[in-house]
């Protein structure tokens, strides 16, 4: 085999090796997102059904309430109203230089990376809510289908 030919696969088989090692670091990351997002989902709604079982329902679920929609503007609002996701140097102002727009579409990419865990918080609090509307009209409705 000639010289270039084994420089050629030996790249080749770096190459593989390097995507391999990316996607581990993905699937790792992912993982740890998800393990993230069951922990974080198991608190919230430990600690609502915890005060939720003592005289504070109101206070409970107002406060819930609260945090909840706080957490969903400040995601809407760091994010921009998500005005610049999916956009493309095309799409811009033709005032704008190459550099400025290359700018302005990775800020935007950096901004949805960096607010994942306020969206960790609100399916947290969403999973809460949907388990607590669950319990106090689906379940009933189900029981009085099935006794009848």
Not at 48 to 76: G, H
Not at 90 to 104: G, I, N, Q, R, V
């Amino acid at each position: 085999m000639s010289k270039k030919r084994k420089n050629k696969n030996l790249r080749l088989r770096q190459s593989d090796a390097a995507e391999a090692a990316a996607k581990k670091r993905v699937l790792y990351g992912n993982l740890l997102r998800l393990l993230c997002l069951i922990a974080v989902t198991m608190a919230v709604f430990c600690i609502y059904r915890f005060f939720i079982d003592k005289y504070y329902f109101n206070y409970v679920l107002t406060v819930y309430m609260i945090i909840a929609a706080v957490v969903i503007f400040s995601y809407v609002i760091y994010n921009r109203g998500f005005s610049r996701k999916g956009l493309t140097p095309d799409m811009l102002p033709d005032t704008m230089s190459d550099e400025e727009k290359k700018e302005f579409i990775e800020d935007g990419e950096r901004r949805l990376v960096k607010s994942r865990p306020l969206l960790i918080l609100i399916f947290a609090f969403a999973f809460t809510f949907v388990a607590d509307i669950m319990e106090l009209y689906a379940l009933p409705l189900i029981k009085d289908i099935f006794t009848k």
